[in-house]
């Protein structure tokens, strides 16, 4: 299975583009690149999940995670077009209410 992370920053926005299964193989993987992109100190972190094809509880652990080491800088965590299978796991851990999710190219509402 393969699974690819790459990032790209816009101004003071970091987009982290995730393709393939994130599970307790790859999760580190992200964790780190998640990491090295929140030590840059960004106002907004944007992770595009619609090439995930497999997602595990310990990908939503990093995920989470990252949503608190951001909001402790008030910075935000946005998930953006995520998969139906990402969408699932967040609707069946009861958690896709706690991240700011946006769908197709509209531009995103600010986290109030």
Known sequence: P???VET????????VQVQGEVDIATAPLLRAVLDTVVSRRPTRVEVDLSGATFMDAEALTTLL???RRLAARHATLLLRDPSPVVVRLLELSGT???FEIATGP????RAG
């Open 106 to 109: 509209a531009q995103v509402r």
């Open 96 to 98: 896709e209410h706690g």
């Open 8 to 15: 790209r920053r816009t101004g003071t926005t970091e987009l």
């Open 2 to 4: 393969h699974f690819v």
């Open 65 to 67: 995670a990252v949503r």
